[in-house]
């Protein structure tokens, strides 16, 4: 069964800067593209950016484009979330997720999504 485990998360102050990974499990193979989603406390889940299969393209909400950045590592099955410039308003807990539709384009409706991590949370003092 395939499995997403997210690490990096933590609180840190405004301007500051984290990396999350989402590191994959159970899976032969790195044909696989990933979303990153956060949800704050009373908001609806967003889609963050994401990458997809080939590494070939990669998308962003308006909210963080310039500030995020999507990689991955195929040698380590692990797709990482750079976050610089942080601001309050990116608090929330950061999930990944994995689309095994081997999709050309970055998919940003999380019910496209098969398979999520549980999350870690990020926080962003001022």
């Known amino acids: 069964q395939v499995r997403l485990v997210e690490s990096g998360g933590g609180l840190v102050q405004a301007g500051g800067s984290l990396r999350l990974s989402c590191a994959v499990s159970a899976l032969t193979s790195s044909w696989y593209g990933m979303g990153w989603f956060r949800q704050a406390p009373r908001k609806e889940r967003e889609f963050v950016g994401g990458i997809n299969w080939s590494g070939a393209s990669t998308s962003y909400a308006d909210s963080v484009k310039g500030r995020f950045t999507i990689s991955r590592d195929n040698a380590k099955n692990t797709v990482y979330l750079q976050m610089n410039s942080l601001q309050p308003e990116d608090t929330a807990v950061y999930y990944c997720?994995?689309?095994?539709?081997?999709?050309?384009?970055?998919?940003?409706?999380?019910?496209?999504?098969?398979?999520w991590g549980q999350g870690t949370q990020v926080t962003v003092s001022s």
């Open positions: 997720a994995l689309d095994q539709r081997l999709s050309q384009v970055v998919l940003e409706s999380p019910e496209l999504y098969s398979s």
